[in-house]
């Protein structure tokens, strides 16, 4: 059978999508188009698309490490397979079974509920045909020193700033702040971070939350803020390591990880922290806190 074939770049990682079916500009969501690329790269990834049932183990049910209704997770001694199905009113209609590698470079996806009119007209929001492509990044990132934080990213003038916060914080706020101001929003909700050549960088992504905004730059990371409203604008240095670690891990992205990759992922945030300086960021509505952004990402 004639495989079609399209490739994607994102932090670095080249991925290729391979179909049984043709794939069609309006395949997937317009989103990826600003991260299409013509050829692999140095890291690649595969994702193959099929659209009939894959053959289970029988005794599947003893490999399973996880159950919510929406997925079911098994892990045996040489894949991951992820068993899919809509539950939540924003996701994708269909159902699919996701066979990853153990390092999530090969990904077979098996769904029945498409024909080849379907598949070239649904706009996915996702490469695996998934409700996310977060499962996927997850270990692909934490197998590369990277993390995905719960946040806003900024390329203030060619430097990264991340934007932390619990909801009501203010990260809404500050993003239109800045982006009235014309600074680069890299994604919105969840940002990757990855550690290449000795340098962090904040890569854009299509992962976004309700913000559609997306960006395919990558830039160093030079700060973290953690976002208070306030009645003035203030920065406060975060000296205290510890309190920076628990605040990163209160943001991370948890998805479904063993704990190898947990330890893996521990690691990273402790070079993370002794790495890159954080603040308290206090901001009134004025604006000026831009400003004053702006001045600390020339110093």
Known sequence: MKKHIQFYQVAGITIEVTSDFPISKNTFHPKFNIFKTDKPGNDNVKINHHFHLPKLPKDLKRFERFNDGQWRIYKTKDRW???????????????????????????????????????????????????????????????????????????INGQGILLVGQSGAGKSTLSQMLKQRGHKILCDDRMFIIKTDGV?????????????????????????????????????????????????????????????????????????????????????LSGDVCYKINQMMSE
């Open 81 to 155: 397979i992820y068993k899919y199905k809509p539950f939540l009113p924003l996701d994708p209609d269909h159902r699919a079974i996701a066979i990853f590698s153990l390092d999530h470079t090969q990904v077979d996806i098996y769904t029945v509920d498409f024909d080849k009119d379907r598949y070239k007209n649904y706009l996915s929001p996702a490469l695996t045909f998934l409700n996310s492509d977060q499962i996927l990044f997850s270990k692909l990132l934490c197998d590369r020193k990277g993390l995905i934080i719960h946040s806003n990213g900024f390329d």
């Open 200 to 284: 962090y960088r904040l890569s854009g992504h299509w992962c976004h939350g309700s913000v559609p905004d997306v960006s395919n730059l990558r830039v160093p990371l030079k700060a973290i803020f953690f976002l208070e409203q306030a009645l003035k604008n203030e920065f406060i240095s975060i000296q205290n390591k510890n309190t920076i670690t628990q605040n990163i891990i209160q943001a991370l992205v948890k998805s479904f990880l063993d704990s190898e990759d947990w330890n893996k992922m521990f690691l990273i945030i402790e070079e993370l922290v002794k790495d890159i300086k954080s603040y308290r960021l206090k901001f009134d």
